[in-house]
C-alpha cells in the first residue's frame, strides 16, 4: 500500500541535545534517505525504525523524548526516514525495501565506524515487523520489538478493522491481495512468527496491555518461537500500541537499558 507523507513538524532542538543533519543511500539501489545522528558516550548505536506511514519524527511513541533519554543513558542514536516518508526520497510502500533502506541505514553507522555487533535496531509496529525480517537475514548486535505483529495478515485484518472495514472482507481478499502485493511492489510476504527463530542476535519484546492490534498470547508466541535464551518479554500495563514510552517513561528507558547491558 502506497503511503501518505507526513512532513517532520518538530526538531531536535526541544530535546536540548547535540545532533547532526546526515544523509545516506539506501543498499543496492541508492535511493536518498535523510535523518538526525545524535551522539552518546556509549560504543553502541541504537536505530529507530518508526512504522506506517509515520516518519522520524512519531508523536505516537514519543521518538524524539525517548531518544533524549537513550542519549542520556549513553547511547547514540540514529533517526531517519524510510523511503518516502518525511524527508528521504522515494515512493513509501509498506512492507517493502527492507534489506534496502534498513540496510542503507547500517551501512552508514558501519561507515562511521560501527561494527555490526554495536547496532542495536529498535523497531516499532510495523517497523518492528521489517526490523525482524531484516535481523532475521543481517548479524546485529540486538533486536528490541515494541508493537510486533505476528503474521501480515493479522495486521492487515486488525489495522482494516480499526477503521471500520469489515475484517471477514479482507480475510476473503487476502490471497488476492498477496498476489497483487507481489506482482506490483516485488513484495514477498515474511511474517515475522517464521522470522524470528532465524535471529541470532538477543532480543526484547515489548508489548503493551491495552494494544488493540496485537494481544499477550501473541506476543508470547513470537518470543517462543525464538531460540536466543537471552531473549526478554515485557508488558507494560495500561497502555496501548507503541504507547508504553509515552505512559511509563522511566521504566520503559530502564527496562530498555537493563536489557542492552546485559546482553551488548
Known amino acids: 500500500m502506497d503511503l501518505k507523507r507526513l512532513p517532520l513538524e518538530i526538531t531536535p532542538e526541544s530535546t536540548g541535545l547535540a545532533y547532526r543533519d546526515v544523509s545516506f543511500t539506501s543498499r543496492y539501489d541508492r ?3 535523510k535523518g538526525w545522528f545524535f551522539p552518546g558516550d556509549k560504543e553502541q548505536v541504537i536505530m529507530l525504525v518508526h512504522g506506517g506511514y509515520r516518519n522520524r519524527v512519531d508523536e505516537n511513541l514519543g ?6 533519554d537513550l542519549v542520556s543513558g549513553g547511547y547514540n542514536v540514529l533517526l531517519y526516514d524510510l523511503r518516502g516518508r518525511g524527508e528521504s526520497e522515494g515512493k513509501g510502500v509498506s512492507l517493502s525495501y527492507i534489506d534496502e ?5 547500517a551501512d552508514f553507522l558501519h561507515d562511521m565506524g560501527y561494527g555490526q555487533d554495536d547496532v542495536v535496531i529498535m523497531g516499532f509496529s510495523s517497523g ?3 526490523s525482524s525480517i531484516y535481523a532475521s537475514r543481517n548479524d546485529i548486535g ?3 520489538l515494541d508493537g510486533c505483529f505476528i503474521d501480515v495478515p493479522t495486521m492487515v485484518v486488525r489495522q482494516a478493522k480499526s477503521i471500520g472495514f469489515p475484517g471477514f472482507l479482507i ?7 498477496e498476489i497483487m502485493t507481489g506482482v506490483v511492489y516485488d513484495y514477498e ?3 515475522p512468527i517464521d522470522a524470528v527463530g532465524n535471529i541470532n542476535s538477543p532480543i526484547l519484546f515489548i508489548h503493551e496491555e491495552n494494544d488493540e492490534y496485537i494481544t499477550w498470547k501473541e506476543a508470547q508466541k513470537l518470543y517462543r518461537a525464538t531460540n536466543n535464551a537471552e531473549n526478554e518479554i515485557w508488558e507494560f500495563n495500561g497502555s496501548e500500541h507503541t504507547k508504553a514510552f509515552l ?8 527496562k530498555v537499558t537493563g536489557f542492552l547491558d546485559r546482553v551488548m
Open 31 to 33: 535511493v536518498l534517505l
Open 128 to 130: 518492528a515487523v521489517i
Open 171 to 177: 480475510w476473503v481478499f487476502m490471497p488476492g491481495l
Open 63 to 68: 521518538s524524539l523524548a525517548l531518544t533524549r
Open 142 to 144: 540486538a533486536l528490541i
Open 189 to 191: 510476504l515474511i511474517n
Open 101 to 105: 533502506d534498513i540496510g542503507g541505514a
Open 247 to 254: 505512559d511509563h517513561p522511566e521504566e520503559y528507558i530502564e
